[in-house]
């Protein structure tokens, strides 16, 4: 749905970037997989799809377009949080190619929002420039195996100084990004005073060049089956990894204050992508009900299946409109005012594309498991959004909280 109310640089942008998702990403998504399937060696090499790709978003003015003039003067496209939201609907169409040949991917969005926010100049120049610019790629680490990590006071990775130097020692995991050749700088989130009174106040991140020694990637991790290769989804070992003291983001005790500014927005665009997603696979389906016959007739005939996509269309609408309500807001207000408004798309988006895209895989019968179409994977990539960035069951609960809390002060109870 494209018929808002929109600045003429956005409504331009907006076309811009729909016909370079329809001309130039989908058809190339056969092959990324070629290129991908070349020997085992997959988490070595960049394929050149994608770099032919991020010129040509580059040419047509397609770049950074998540950052927003306010806060970045002329490095993005300097729109609303609302019209990036028509933008990234957009690139979620094709989820493997478009959100990273505009560079507007996760986690480098979240991570080159915390530098450019929370970091000084010299890890702007280091980090920052070159991240902005898309010649290297980041990594965002907080999730580890051994507690749960929902609970980011639970955290167990140790950050202490000794000397000139901060030490971290850890054991991470679903670290997303962390198996790509061009990653270069991890953001960990550990723990620096498990002491202090204040669980909040325990926490800390640091950036740790991808190189320094101790840092090993143990595994890419497969989400039904699936690497997501090249980036991948990574167990890390940090090992005594020493990084000097001018490598920690914003102070000593501040990781949850630098983690939370992070993943609001990040939450909200993972859900403007997946409403693409959704959208994505209701028109592979379209066509094919069209085309199919079925006991007689088009399956596109059947009450049942008219009435399946009725809910489809109804699903996805009320997933667009979330996104929509909490992009608006956030122009208003800020990330920080409208956390209820993100939390229930967070909560309620990737639940309502899962549901749609299910439906699709099960109108397209044993082809929609299969290889050669992309239902499959876009299934694992909603199912895995119920979790990325704290689970349903977290943000629901505080969600209650919240709601709770607001009717006693009205109440005064």
Known sequence: MTDYDISPKARKLLDNLTDFVNS?????????????????????????????????????????????????????AGITNFEYALLA????????????????????????????????????????????????????????PAVASSDATNIRTAIRRDGDAWVVTGHKWWISGAGDPRCKVFVVLGKTNPDHPNPYRQQSVVLVPSDAPGVRVVRPLTVFGYDDAPAGHCEVIFDQVRVPLDHMVLGEGRGFEVMQGRLGPGRLHHCMRAVGLAERAMELTLDRLTLRTAFGRKLAE??????????????????????????????????????????????????????VIDTCIQMHGAAGLGPDLPLAPMYAAARTLRLADGPDDVHTSQLGRDEIRQHAKKSKL
């Open 302 to 355: 059947n009450p049942v299946v008219q009435h399946q996509i009725a809910h489809c269309r109804m699903d996805v609408d009320q997933a667009r409109l979330l996104v929509h309500a909490a992009a608006a807001k956030m122009d208003r207000v800020g990330p920080k005012a409208c956390k209820r408004e993100i939390a229930v798309a967070k909560i309620r988006v990737p639940n309502l594309v899962l549901k």
């Open 89 to 144: 609907e957009q690139m979620g169409r094709s989820i493997q190619l478009a959100p990273e040949a505009c560079n507007c991917s996760a986690p480098d969005t979240g991570n080159m929002e915390v530098l450019a926010k929370y970091g000084t100049e010299a890890q702007k120049a280091r980090w920052l420039g070159p991240l902005l610019k898309g010649e290297i790629r980041s990594a965002f680490a907080m999730t580890e």
């Open 24 to 76: 130039e990403c989908i058809p190339a998504e056969p092959k990324l997989e070629h290129q991908l399937n070349q020997g085992a060696h997959r988490f070595e090499t960049v394929p050149s799809i994608l770099e032919d790709l991020k010129a040509k978003a580059k040419k047509r003015g397609l770049w950074n377009l998540f950052l927003g003039a306010e806060e970045y003067g002329n490095l993005g």
